[in-house]
Protein backbone atom coordinates (compact mmCIF):
# COMPACT_ATOMS: atom_id res chain seq x y z
CA UNK A 1 0.00 0.00 0.00
CA UNK A 2 1.04 3.33 -0.68
CA UNK A 3 1.79 5.66 2.18
CA UNK A 4 -0.17 8.53 3.09
CA UNK A 5 1.14 11.48 0.34
CA UNK A 6 1.48 15.50 1.27
CA UNK A 7 1.72 18.21 -1.43
CA UNK A 8 3.74 20.32 -1.92
CA UNK A 9 6.81 19.29 -0.07
CA UNK A 10 7.97 23.14 0.70
CA UNK A 11 6.29 26.33 0.34
CA UNK A 12 7.70 30.03 0.43
CA UNK A 13 5.23 32.59 1.19
CA UNK A 14 5.15 36.11 2.51
CA UNK A 15 2.94 37.21 5.44
CA UNK A 16 -0.63 38.10 4.45
CA UNK A 17 -0.99 35.18 1.77
CA UNK A 18 -2.85 32.37 2.44
CA UNK A 19 -1.99 28.82 1.78
CA UNK A 20 -3.34 25.45 0.85
CA UNK A 21 -1.81 22.05 1.46
CA UNK A 22 -3.29 18.87 0.26
CA UNK A 23 -3.23 15.45 2.23
CA UNK A 24 -3.68 11.92 0.35
CA UNK A 25 -4.40 9.25 3.30
CA UNK A 26 -3.50 5.81 3.06
CA UNK A 27 -6.13 3.65 0.48
CA UNK A 28 -8.77 3.10 2.83
CA UNK A 29 -8.48 5.14 6.03
CA UNK A 30 -11.04 7.48 6.70
CA UNK A 31 -9.32 9.50 9.10
CA UNK A 32 -6.82 12.21 8.38
CA UNK A 33 -5.41 14.55 11.47
CA UNK A 34 -3.36 17.14 10.74
CA UNK A 35 -0.54 19.02 13.27
CA UNK A 36 1.81 21.29 13.11
CA UNK A 37 5.42 20.70 14.46
CA UNK A 38 8.31 23.68 15.63
CA UNK A 39 11.19 23.35 17.33
CA UNK A 40 10.08 24.99 20.14
CA UNK A 41 6.03 23.52 20.61
CA UNK A 42 7.16 19.86 19.42
CA UNK A 43 3.88 18.26 17.52
CA UNK A 44 0.45 20.04 17.66
CA UNK A 45 -2.84 18.75 16.77
CA UNK A 46 -5.02 20.95 14.32
CA UNK A 47 -8.00 19.38 13.76
CA UNK A 48 -9.03 15.34 12.58
CA UNK A 49 -11.66 14.72 10.15
CA UNK A 50 -13.81 11.44 9.86
CA UNK A 51 -16.52 10.90 6.78
CA UNK A 52 -15.74 14.71 5.89
CA UNK A 53 -16.34 15.53 8.86
CA UNK A 54 -14.48 17.90 11.28
CA UNK A 55 -14.13 15.58 14.83
CA UNK A 56 -11.45 17.14 16.92
CA UNK A 57 -10.04 20.42 16.95
CA UNK A 58 -6.70 21.64 18.48
CA UNK A 59 -6.43 25.51 20.15
CA UNK A 60 -5.78 27.30 16.95
CA UNK A 61 -6.84 30.68 15.84
CA UNK A 62 -9.70 30.59 12.97
CA UNK A 63 -7.11 31.16 9.83
CA UNK A 64 -6.58 27.47 10.29
CA UNK A 65 -8.91 25.47 8.39
CA UNK A 66 -9.47 21.96 7.12
CA UNK A 67 -11.87 20.27 5.20
CA UNK A 68 -11.94 16.24 4.13
CA UNK A 69 -13.44 15.35 0.44
CA UNK A 70 -15.28 12.30 -0.22
CA UNK A 71 -12.17 10.33 -1.71
CA UNK A 72 -11.19 10.78 1.98
CA UNK A 73 -8.24 12.79 0.74
CA UNK A 74 -7.90 16.50 2.58
CA UNK A 75 -6.90 19.84 2.58
CA UNK A 76 -6.41 22.82 5.33
CA UNK A 77 -6.19 26.42 4.04
CA UNK A 78 -3.83 29.37 6.50
CA UNK A 79 -4.87 32.28 5.70
CA UNK A 80 -3.07 35.74 6.55
CA UNK A 81 -0.33 34.09 7.03
CA UNK A 82 2.32 35.07 9.64
CA UNK A 83 5.94 34.60 10.63
CA UNK A 84 4.82 32.61 13.47
CA UNK A 85 3.15 29.74 10.95
CA UNK A 86 6.79 28.84 9.76
CA UNK A 87 6.40 25.28 10.51
CA UNK A 88 6.44 21.40 9.43
CA UNK A 89 2.37 20.82 8.85
CA UNK A 90 2.24 16.43 8.52
CA UNK A 91 -0.55 14.72 7.88
CA UNK A 92 -1.54 11.33 9.51
CA UNK A 93 -4.00 9.09 8.31
CA UNK A 94 -5.67 6.21 10.19
CA UNK A 95 -8.47 3.51 9.49
CA UNK A 96 -10.73 4.18 12.56
CA UNK A 97 -12.77 1.31 12.24
CA UNK A 98 -13.29 -0.94 15.30
CA UNK A 99 -10.52 -3.44 16.24
CA UNK A 100 -7.09 -3.40 17.63
CA UNK A 101 -4.62 -1.20 15.67
CA UNK A 102 -7.77 0.83 13.90
CA UNK A 103 -6.93 3.65 15.84
CA UNK A 104 -2.62 4.08 14.75
CA UNK A 105 -2.42 7.05 13.02
CA UNK A 106 0.44 6.54 10.10
CA UNK A 107 2.75 10.24 9.10
CA UNK A 108 2.97 11.58 5.79
CA UNK A 109 6.23 13.30 4.84
CA UNK A 110 5.24 16.96 5.74
CA UNK A 111 5.01 20.01 3.78
CA UNK A 112 7.95 22.69 4.71
CA UNK A 113 6.48 26.05 5.08
CA UNK A 114 8.69 29.09 5.51
CA UNK A 115 6.54 32.29 6.11
CA UNK A 116 8.97 35.48 5.09
CA UNK B 1 -4.86 16.89 33.10
CA UNK B 2 -3.49 14.19 30.94
CA UNK B 3 0.55 14.70 29.99
CA UNK B 4 3.08 12.48 28.56
CA UNK B 5 6.45 13.01 30.31
CA UNK B 6 9.63 11.96 28.13
CA UNK B 7 13.33 11.15 29.60
CA UNK B 8 15.52 11.34 29.05
CA UNK B 9 15.44 14.47 26.47
CA UNK B 10 18.84 13.68 24.81
CA UNK B 11 20.72 10.76 24.65
CA UNK B 12 24.30 9.82 23.52
CA UNK B 13 25.21 6.20 22.89
CA UNK B 14 28.58 4.35 21.68
CA UNK B 15 27.15 1.47 18.93
CA UNK B 16 26.38 -1.84 20.51
CA UNK B 17 25.56 -0.07 24.10
CA UNK B 18 22.43 -1.08 25.30
CA UNK B 19 19.81 1.67 27.22
CA UNK B 20 16.12 2.55 27.05
CA UNK B 21 13.67 5.69 26.76
CA UNK B 22 11.41 6.17 28.97
CA UNK B 23 7.53 7.46 28.50
CA UNK B 24 5.38 8.43 31.66
CA UNK B 25 1.99 9.25 31.46
CA UNK B 26 -1.25 10.42 33.77
CA UNK B 27 -4.50 10.15 31.83
CA UNK B 28 -7.95 9.27 32.78
CA UNK B 29 -8.13 6.16 30.65
CA UNK B 30 -5.91 4.70 28.66
CA UNK B 31 -7.23 3.96 24.92
CA UNK B 32 -3.89 3.18 23.10
CA UNK B 33 0.13 4.34 23.80
CA UNK B 34 2.17 5.03 20.48
CA UNK B 35 5.88 4.63 19.75
CA UNK B 36 7.19 6.71 16.64
CA UNK B 37 11.16 7.37 15.47
CA UNK B 38 11.28 10.42 13.67
CA UNK B 39 14.14 11.44 11.41
CA UNK B 40 14.73 15.70 11.17
CA UNK B 41 12.87 17.18 8.62
CA UNK B 42 10.63 14.18 7.75
CA UNK B 43 7.17 12.64 9.02
CA UNK B 44 7.33 10.40 12.53
CA UNK B 45 7.76 6.31 11.14
CA UNK B 46 5.37 4.67 13.62
CA UNK B 47 7.00 1.70 15.70
CA UNK B 48 4.33 0.36 18.09
CA UNK B 49 1.04 0.31 19.65
CA UNK B 50 0.89 -0.95 23.23
CA UNK B 51 -2.81 -1.23 24.26
CA UNK B 52 -2.91 -2.88 27.68
CA UNK B 53 -0.25 -3.12 31.08
CA UNK B 54 2.36 -6.04 30.56
CA UNK B 55 2.26 -6.09 27.04
CA UNK B 56 5.61 -6.03 24.72
CA UNK B 57 5.77 -5.45 21.49
CA UNK B 58 9.67 -6.39 18.99
CA UNK B 59 11.10 -5.26 16.33
CA UNK B 60 14.40 -5.95 15.22
CA UNK B 61 16.60 -3.78 18.14
CA UNK B 62 13.47 -2.23 19.68
CA UNK B 63 11.64 -4.04 22.27
CA UNK B 64 8.27 -1.49 23.79
CA UNK B 65 6.64 -2.62 27.23
CA UNK B 66 3.87 -0.94 28.90
CA UNK B 67 3.13 -0.51 32.85
CA UNK B 68 -0.06 1.26 34.34
CA UNK B 69 1.95 4.10 34.39
CA UNK B 70 5.18 4.25 31.78
CA UNK B 71 6.27 2.13 28.95
CA UNK B 72 9.92 1.85 28.10
CA UNK B 73 11.67 1.66 24.58
CA UNK B 74 14.65 -0.63 25.30
CA UNK B 75 17.29 -0.68 22.77
CA UNK B 76 19.63 -3.66 22.50
CA UNK B 77 22.96 -3.19 20.52
CA UNK B 78 22.37 -0.02 18.56
CA UNK B 79 23.58 1.28 15.50
CA UNK B 80 24.48 4.56 14.50
CA UNK B 81 21.66 4.20 11.66
CA UNK B 82 19.05 3.95 15.15
CA UNK B 83 20.31 7.88 15.64
CA UNK B 84 16.38 10.12 15.76
CA UNK B 85 14.09 11.18 17.53
CA UNK B 86 11.52 8.94 19.42
CA UNK B 87 8.32 9.85 20.50
CA UNK B 88 5.45 8.45 22.65
CA UNK B 89 2.26 9.65 21.87
CA UNK B 90 -1.15 8.58 24.23
CA UNK B 91 -4.44 8.60 23.49
CA UNK B 92 -7.11 8.57 26.25
CA UNK B 93 -11.09 8.44 26.76
CA UNK B 94 -12.06 12.06 26.10
CA UNK B 95 -14.26 13.54 23.44
CA UNK B 96 -15.63 11.67 21.14
CA UNK B 97 -12.53 9.35 19.70
CA UNK B 98 -10.00 10.21 22.37
CA UNK B 99 -7.41 12.81 22.08
CA UNK B 100 -3.87 12.29 21.63
CA UNK B 101 -1.33 13.52 23.89
CA UNK B 102 2.26 14.00 22.87
CA UNK B 103 5.79 13.58 24.44
CA UNK B 104 8.31 15.94 23.56
CA UNK B 105 10.79 13.34 22.52
CA UNK B 106 13.89 11.48 23.01
CA UNK B 107 16.58 12.75 20.68
CA UNK B 108 19.28 9.15 20.21
CA UNK B 109 22.25 9.74 19.23
CA UNK B 110 24.51 6.79 18.36
CA UNK B 111 28.25 7.33 17.97
CA UNK B 112 30.14 4.31 15.73
Known amino acids: KAGVTQTPRYLIKTRGQQVTLSCSPISGHRSVSWYQQTPGQGLQFLFEYFSETQRNKGNFPGRFSGRQFSNSRSEMNVSTLELGDSALYLCASSPRGPGPGQETQYFGPGTRLLVL | EDQVTQSPEALRLQEGESSSLNCSYT??????LFWYRQDPGKGPEFLFT???AGEEKEKERLKATLTKKESFLHITAPKPEDSATYLC?????????????FGKGTKLSVKP
Open chain 2, 89 to 101: VVRNYGGSQGNLI
Open chain 2, 50 to 52: LYS
Open chain 2, 27 to 32: VSGLRG
